[in-house]
């Protein structure tokens, strides 16, 4: 009941495309969704979080979706750039214990100029 | 402010030796997590420690340990190496504020390679 599913594991899109990762949990007890961003030789990097009580957040170019019902939630990255080429891990908690938290296995996002 | 520090960067050690990692929180940050980072097991959670006492515990064999000091910098410590502990280890550290903690802050991470 910890599991985390990440899909794609890969992803190629050409500049000013439109990236989409999905992730689906188990654990309903999960209640802070964050997405980190990797680049190689570097810690994970905190991008953008959010919490079930919304179902949607946007923060510049990346956007949370997020269903509930579905236990899913999903990160897009609009006008996609070369430069956000990375790896991108989505990660669940519960928000009064997010220092322990279930990532998923991970999107090698590839973008092409 | 400075971020999450780990020290040494990369380290090369024989199976069976023992190996000491040291992170180094943001400022204020009361919270400290270590995870393990391989190809094939993704992030893995080994622990958490905050306020010197250890919050939350992944599953990981005995062998794993660690330590956080009144300063809230973090020590962990693999005995008895395996060459399947070859991995990327990560700190993070987040305020913990009131028991609560919210955003994790990834250090780069120590490069433990056992030959």
């Known amino acids: 009941q910890q599991q985390v599913k990440q899909s794609p594991q890969s992803l190629i899109v050409q500049k000013g495309g439109i990236s989409i990762i999905n992730c689906a949990y188990e654990n309903t007890a999960f209640d802070y969704f964050p997405w980190y961003q990797q680049f190689p030789g570097k810690g994970p990097a905190l991008l953008i979080a959010i919490r079930p009580d919304v179902s949607e957040k946007k923060e510049g170019r990346f956007t949370i979706s997020f269903n509930k019902s579905a236990k899913q939630f999903s990160l897009h990255i609009m006008d996609s750039q070369p430069g956000d080429s990375a790896t991108y891990f989505c990660a669940a908690s519960r928000l009064d214990n997010a220092g322990k938290s279930t990532f998923g296995d991970g999107t090698t996002l590839t973008v092409k100029p | 402010k400075a971020g999450v520090t780990q020290t040494p960067r990369y380290l090369i050690k024989t199976r069976g030796q023992q190996v000491t990692l040291s992170c180094s929180p943001i400022?204020?940050?009361?919270?400290v997590s270590w995870y393990q980072q391989t190809p094939g097991q993704g992030l893995q959670f080994l622990f958490e420690?905050?306020?010197?006492?250890?919050?939350n515990k992944g599953n990981f064999p005995g062998r794993f340990s660690g330590r956080q000091f009144s300063n809230s910098r973090s020590e962990m410590n693999v005995s008895t190496l395996e060459l399947g502990d070859s991995a990327l280890y990560l700190c993070?550290?987040?305020?913990?504020?009131?028991?609560?903690?919210?955003?994790?802050?990834f250090g780069p991470g120590t490069r433990l390679t056992v030959t």
């Open positions: 993070a550290s987040s305020l913990g504020r009131d028991r609560i903690t919210y955003e994790q802050y």
């Open positions: 400022s204020g940050h009361r919270s």
């Open positions: 420690y905050f306020s010197e006492t250890q919050r």
